[in-house]
């Protein structure tokens, strides 16, 4: 059974930091690509940063320069730390592993990240 589980949401004032952590098991870790998204109310889920089973990495380009995503496979987790959020950062965040097959896709649970002074 695939279980993505992220940890590490909360609240804190703007400017601060936060480090999301992902932990996923029932995959083999090293050949998923694995991504971070974020979702408000009414919106569309969107990505925040990915990095592919290569170490490479994406942003989007609100959190270009303040989000920094990485993986650790030893330990089959991946990471987001988050420095100068801002209130526009509030959304739950979502733990995604993109693996290569199609239909090899997983979503963890959530987890809410608040910005507010």
């Known amino acids: 059974q695939v279980q993505l589980v992220e940890s590490g949401g909360g609240l804190v004032q703007p400017g601060g930091s936060l480090r999301l952590s992902c932990a996923a098991s029932?995959?083999?870790?090293?050949?998923?690509?694995m991504a971070w998204y974020r979702q408000t109310p009414g919106k569309q889920r969107e990505l925040v940063a990915s990095?592919?089973?290569?170490?490479?990495?994406n942003y989007a380009e609100s959190v270009k320069g303040r989000f920094t995503i990485s993986r650790d496979n030893a330990k089959n987790r991946v990471y987001l730390q988050m420095n100068s959020l801002k209130p526009e950062d509030t959304a739950v965040y979502y733990c995604?592993?993109?693996?290569?097959?199609?239909?090899?896709?997983?979503w963890g649970q959530g987890t809410q990240v608040t910005v507010s002074s």
């Open positions: 995604n592993a993109d693996g290569p097959k199609i239909g090899l896709d997983y």
């Open positions: 990095i592919t089973s290569g170490g490479s990495t």
């Open positions: 029932g995959i083999i870790f090293s050949f998923y690509a």
